[in-house]
């Protein structure tokens, strides 16, 4: 079992930066890879960055490279969303997931079992 607690999150404008975090406990934290993916209003829930359990491999959706940094402290069991450049069609309510049965980083939604509670990030123009 993984739990995963995140905050941050809020209302922005366009060109703002915010940070995003991911608090685990359950299980080994370096063990696992962490992914953030986000849903907006009236879409499926998209893949937005992910990272190995070492912090070592990092991916990205096409939409956020360059603007979007994810990294792992993993003395802290925390993994964090550091978004810049923000832009309105960022908007979407954004969930971490643990994927508990492999240290290696994918943006594939379906190997992720654990999930946050999610938080809304608005991004006005």
């Known amino acids: 079992q993984v739990q995963l607690v995140q905050s941050g999150g809020g209302l922005v404008q366009a060109g703002a930066s915010l940070r995003l975090s991911c608090a685990a406990s359950g299980r080994t934290f370096s063990s696992y890879a962490v992914g953030w993916f986000r849903q907006a209003p009236g879409n499926e829930r998209e893949s937005v960055a992910a990272i190995s359990g070492s912090g070592h491999t990092t991916y990205y959706a096409d939409s956020v490279k360059g603007r979007f940094a994810i990294s792992r402290d993993n003395a802290k069991n925390t993994v964090y969303l550091q978004m810049k450049s923000l832009k309105p069609e960022d908007t979407a309510v954004y969930f971490c997931?643990?994927?508990?049965?492999?240290?290696?980083?994918?943006?594939?939604?379906?190997?992720?079992?654990?999930w946050g509670q999610g938080t809304q990030v608005t991004v006005s123009s």
């Open positions: 997931a643990a994927d508990p049965d492999s240290e290696i980083a994918t943006l594939h939604i379906a190997a992720y079992d654990y």
